[in-house]
């Protein structure tokens, strides 16, 4: 099956982009940030449009499900210091509440990783209904949110099929470089098989391009093929390379409280603005 033939497959059913509005706002809509090809901006775009929508007024819980946890360190949480993370509410039943940490951004909560869930795809193979852990843990707490942002591991694993199957939709960032497209057929195959055979109502939130310099051709051929791919799912606003957005993690901070007037927090607040459709 060719790249185009597994687009078509995903997209063409209009069905499986649209939500109950009112449902969606009263429960709380929960994204996976997704794309197995690894340094395309996920978990930077994981934690900053987190950060960004709580800045909207949004409530928000990031929850981190990358082994890496880079997504737990970037917001500033020091990972010695954490009782109960992800691990624990998959693995060990934890109530999601109690391994759910404050941000100093407000309005942005987390559920953190740590090591621990380094070995979960292991530990979860033998388990009953593995696919589902995590879905069943965010039941619990997603109303509290307006949002539940999840950053998936670089991986097609059973974190991140635990996380299409928790998921009302899921955003995609692939970077503005030569073969930004290579390996996007298997998740669009994944998503494709989550949507048949354990989460029908599952969407394509967006595509959102990142990584661009302006400086060379090759980035806007990149948009131009995506664009052509996936049309009105590209968002407008595209990431470019900014140097105070990637040393922003190195501080445990998202843009916005690390420079508010860098480029990189009016663009992620841009992207935060399209989601929420302002």
């Known amino acids: 099956m060719t790249l185009k033939d597994v687009l078509e497959s995903v997209m063409v059913k209009p069905q499986a982009f649209l939500h109950d509005k009112k449902e969606v ?17 996920k978990t930077t775009t994981s934690v900053n449009l987190s950060a960004c929508l709580a800045a909207l007024g949004k409530k928000v819980l990031l929850v981190d499900i990358d082994p ?18 992800i691990y624990d509410v998959l693995i060990n039943d934890i109530n999601p509440v ?19 869930l380094a070995g979960a795809e292991i530990e979860l193979v033998p388990t009953i209904s593995r696919e589902v852990r995590l879905k069943k843990a965010l039941e619990v707490v997603k109303d509290k949110y307006d949002y539940v942002i999840i950053d998936c591991p670089p ?36 998503i494709r098989l989550v949507q048949k055979h354990l989460n029908s109502q599952l969407a394509i939130e967006g595509v959102v391009l990142t990584m661009l310099d302006a400086r060379t051709n090759l980035g806007l051929q990149v ?45 992620y607040t841009d992207l935060a603005k399209e989601v929420v459709g302002v």
Request: net charge neutral.
């Open 25 to 41: 706002e009263k429960l709380g809509k929960i994204i996976a940030v997704a794309n197995q090809k690894g340094g395309v901006g």
């Open 68 to 85: 890496q946890g880079n997504a737990t360190s970037g917001i500033g949480v020091n990972k010695a210091d954490v009782k109960y993370c």
């Open 98 to 116: 109690d391994a759910t940490l404050p941000t100093e951004i407000e309005g942005l909560m987390i559920i953190p990783a740590t090591i621990q």
């Open 155 to 190: 991986s097609l694993g059973i974190l991140t099929v635990n996380s299409l199957t928790a998921s009302d939709s899921v955003l995609i960032p692939i970077q503005c470089e030569y073969y930004a497209l290579e390996g996007l057929s298997q998740l669009l195959n994944t």
């Open 223 to 267: 948009i131009e093929e995506v664009k052509k791919y996936f049309q009105d799912k590209v968002y407008k606003t595209i990431i470019p390379r900014n140097v105070r957005l990637s040393e922003a993690p190195s501080h445990g901070q998202a843009i916005i409280t690390y420079d508010p007037r860098s480029r990189g927090a009016e663009v």
